[in-house]
């Protein structure tokens, strides 16, 4: 549960930082989304999921735990 949403939002970050789409509803989305955080939050928040995900996987952290901060560090920046 918890791993699948975290590589979701991984590839969904990913796209906003290569630019690469395949439809133009994909497109217009990820431009809708990339006004709300910089570029380098945008990159802060693709390595943090990295990382967390690889904490799950070693087992140094619980996935739900996992998930609950990275959802933490997604919301911070949207309210600065």
């Given at each position: ?8 939002l ?42 967390t ?28």
């Open positions: 549960g918890g791993q699948y949403l975290i590589m979701m991984a590839y969904f970050l990913r796209r906003m930082i290569l630019n690469k789409t395949t439809s133009d509803y994909m497109r217009s989305k990820i431009e809708q989304q990339k006004r709300n955080f910089s570029k380098e939050v945008i990159t802060d928040l693709y390595k943090g999921l990295i990382e995900d690889f904490k799950i996987k070693r087992g140094l952290i619980d996935d739900k735990m996992g998930v609950l901060l990275m959802v933490e560090k997604i919301l911070r920046p949207a309210r600065q």
